[in-house]
Every structure is written in C-alpha cells, then in structure tokens.
C-alpha cells in the first residue's frame, strides 16, 4: 500500500485544491513538520466539499465512490473515494479484523445499514473480503426483519455477529423476549457507536458463548483511525501507522498531547488519500493516549455529543455514568437524552430501556434522578429559578429508542423542541 512522503502530499494538495492553496497561504513554501499546518476547520472543510462547485478535491469528479457520512446530526456531508483508495482502506482495515479476533472460516453476518448513500455494509463486507484470513460472509444488512435474521444466524450456526450496537442490542431484545438464544456466536463485532456497559447483560442473555470486540475503528470522511487491541477495554486502539497518523489535541491551544491519560480531541492525517485529502482533520472523537510511542490510544466518546437544556449543559457520558452507578443489577440496556419544551421552558427527559418497562422500577428512578442531580446540581438550582422544568424519567423497551433511519445508530440525545 503506497504512503506519500509528508512533503510530498502538502506540494501535491496546495497545487490541485483550491480549498487547501487557500488554508496554506501563509505557510513557507516548504513545510518539514505536521503541527506546522493548521487543524483543518471542519464547517470551511464541508462548505468547500460540496457535490456542486467542489474547492476540496484535487481533480474533476469522474471516478469515484460517493458515500453520505453526518446524517446523525447536521447536514449530510459527501465523501469520496477513487477504486484505489477504497481497495487500500478496506485492505488495511480488513487486516486489522485479525486483531479484532477473527479467525479463519468464521462464518460472519454483516448487519450493518446499506443504502441511501451509507458506507458501513459495503465497507465491512469488503473488509472481509480482502481479510487475510479466508472467512464466510452472510451480507444481511440491518433493515432485515429480525425473525429472518436469527433464522440465517441459526441456519448457517454463524460464528461471527458485525453491526452497530444498537442492531445488535435490538436483535438481543427481540430474541430473549421470544425466549431464544444463539449460542453459537462466539464474537459480536461492533462499530458505528460506543458499546456502554449498560448494553452487555442485554447482549448477554441473547449471545451467552459470545464476546463483544470492536470491529475497528475508521469513520468514511476520516477514513483509517485505529485497528482493534485485544484486551479487556474495546475502546482502545492503535493507530494505522504508516498509513494514517493520528494525534491527540488539547482543547484549548491544539498543542499535541504528549502523556497518557490526558483527554484532548482527536485528529487524523491520512498519507494515503489524494482524491479527497485529510490533513489534521477532527476525526469527531475525544480520546486520550494509552502508550503514545506504540500509538495506542482509548477513545473517550463524541466530542461534540452533549446538550443544552436552557442554561444547563450536559454530556452524555457524564449520564451514562450516573445510571450506570445506579443501576447496580443491569436493568437498563439503553440510554437517551431528549429535550423538550413545555410551558416556555425546556426540561430533559431521560429515556431509559428495561426489559419490562411496565413494572415498578421507582427506586432506580429516584437513585437516577438524585444522581444526575447530584453531578449537575445546577440543574436543580435552574429547576428551582423556573428557568428549565424538572427532570422526568421516561422507560421504554429498547425498540423504542429513537436510531437514525438511515444508519441505525442510536441517537443519543434527541432534541424535541419547535425550531421554527
């Protein structure tokens, strides 16, 4: 797989990029060093990337594959691969699913979302496909109705089970409530999305013999991120040298991270990619360095995944946290913030999937809600201003949490309120 020279690359995008010649304008004609170059400004980056009078690309759009990427929130954004480039990215991905434990003749289920423009099936089923250990692939997509699902997963006793967590935790729901099992999953390949504690004794009910892993790390406008580290935490990673370089930024100066256990934002610059270039682009994650020399690295959640309810902020793994410690016997399998507005204020909901959410779980909403009061108490203090309405918990099964139409992810803060 060929990597350009960093020199190279910076030569070849300033001359074919309008976009790029503009945010390099002021650099010297040479640049030695990665952190010479600015962290690319995302709302510029997609404002010159569009399908029309595109400033981004460094040639006329006449090979390529298009996918769609940023459908979960804001307005979808394009990204584009020439037949070479994609062959080099799922090659080097599919390398990296050794790693993530695949192992020769597994018979593997594709459950990601294909269509309208999304990368993930295709990518995934080409992944295995140029894996370098031969493999059985199932591609049955994640809009397919459940019940044909399991039959296939049964039929084929499928070894290997690859999809959001969100599908997978949606087929686990489905197949404990009809009292059914598949034992014969030995790995239950996940992406897309963060898997949270909260899900697994759901997963484990329906998948008994099979362990969660991540499948990787790679989104379709960042590209190659991090191949999957066997160990206990699926959120660690390391890093696809030579071909990408990864870097951890502090939040306020963009100064790299140098020392573990310092969260900052990451960002990636792809060596490979010429079509659609990726210089010091924000990947959408925080992350933090686990060994800095090895390039291994633990992903910490969206960087930008919180939400304002009146004057009061809150972040989803601050929430996660909080019902996690209540819930000390894994009633729920889902979490969901969502904003509403009522009587010219807003107040969150926080959504919350049980198995039967029917029955009296009281106690655990009142620990929930003391909890999260407790970790934020401004909320209270704005609850008692009259400034947003008080905190209501919502139970549902885990069907019933809102996921993007397209992709299947679970959207984990839905925001209700009239935007008109």
Not at 87 to 94: D, K, L, N, V
Not at 154 to 161: C, G, L, S
Not at 273 to 278: C, E, G, I, T
Request: hydrophobic residues 40%.
């Amino acid at each position: 797989m060929p990597v350009q020279s960093f020199t190279e690359l910076i030569r070849f995008v300033r001359h074919h990029s309008p976009f790029y010649r503009e945010l390099y304008a002021r650099l010297p004609e040479h640049v030695a060093h990665l952190t010479d170059l600015p962290v690319v400004p995302q709302a510029d980056f997609w404002r010159a990337n569009s399908p029309r009078g595109n400033r981004l690309l460094t040639a006329p759009l006449e090979e390529a594959v298009v996918f769609r990427s940023g459908g979960t929130t804001g307005a979808p954004k394009f990204s584009y691969y020439t037949r070479t480039e994609w062959r080099e990215f799922t090659t080097a991905f599919g390398a990296g699913l050794v790693g993530a434990g695949l192992r020769p003749g597994h018979r593997v289920a594709d459950l990601f979302y294909a269509g309208d423009l999304y990368a993930s099936f295709s990518f995934v089923l080409d992944s295995l496909h140029r894996s370098p250990v031969a493999n059985v692939r199932l591609p049955i997509g994640g809009a397919t109705p459940w019940e044909s699902t399991a039959a296939t997963l049964e039929e084929f006793r499928v070894q290997a089970v690859a999809g959001t967590p969100t599908t997978l935790c949606s087929l686990a729901e489905r197949l404990t409530r009809a009292g059914r099992t598949l034992p014969d999953v030995e790995l239950l390949f996940f992406g897309g999305e963060c898997l949270f504690g909260d899900q697994l004794p759901l997963l484990e009910a329906a998948f008994p013999n099979a362990e969660p892993r991540s499948l990787g790390y790679a989104s379709v406008d960042a590209g190659l991120l991090g191949e999957a580290v066997p160990g206990g935490d699926p959120r660690v990673h390391r890093a696809f040298t030579p071909y990408t370089v990864v870097e951890i930024l502090d939040d306020d100066s963009d100064d790299p991270v140098g020392d573990p256990g310092v969260p900052g934002r990451l960002v990636v610059t792809d060596l490979r990619r010429r079509l659609m270039p990726v210089l010091r682009y924000p990947a959408g994650d925080r992350a933090e360095w686990v060994d800095r020399d090895a390039g291994v690295f633990r992903i910490l959640g969206r960087a930008e995944e919180g939400v304002r309810v009146g004057p009061v902020s809150l972040y989803t793994e601050d929430v996660h946290e909080v019902v996690a410690g209540a819930d000390g016997y894994g009633t729920v399998s889902g979490v969901q913030l969502v904003v509403r507005r009522r009587d010219g204020r807003d107040g969150l909901v926080l959504r919350l999937a049980v198995a039967r959410p029917g029955e009296e779980h009281r106690a655990l909403e009142e620990s929930v809600v003391q909890g999260l009061l407790a970790q934020r108490p401004f909320y209270a203090e704005a609850t008692t201003a009259g400034h947003v309405n008080p905190l209501v918990v919502e139970w549902v099964r885990h069907q019933d949490l809102a996921v993007n139409s397209r992709s299947g992810k679970l959207v984990r803060v839905v925001d209700e309120r009239p935007h008109s």
